[in-house]
C-alpha cells in the first residue's frame, strides 16, 4: 500500500456538503471522493502541459502550420464556407 500524507484544504460548507452528499450517494468517504478528484485534476493538467510544451518545442524547431490553413482545412470539414 502506498504511504500517504495528510493535507488540509479550506473551502466553503456548500462545497463540503456536496462533496458529503455524492461521496454517501458512492457509499464512499469523503476522503476517497476528494483524492479521486485531485488526481484527475492532476492526470488532466499533467497531459495538457505535455501538450503544450511539445507544441512549443515544434513550433521552436519550425513545425507550424499557418492559422489561415488551419482554417480553411476545419471549414472543410465541417462543410463551412470560408
Known sequence: MASTEPITVRTSKEMVAR???LAA???RSRNYLVG???EQ???RNA????RIEAGIAA???GQ???ADAVYS???ARQGWNR
Open 25 to 27: 450517494a458512492m457509499d
Open 47 to 50: 497531459w495538457q502541459i505535455e
Open 64 to 66: 507550424v502550420v499557418p
Open 59 to 61: 513550433a521552436r524547431e
Open 36 to 38: 479521486l478528484a485531485l
Open 41 to 43: 485534476y492532476l492526470e
Open 73 to 75: 482545412r476545419i471549414a
Open 19 to 21: 462533496i458529503d452528499a
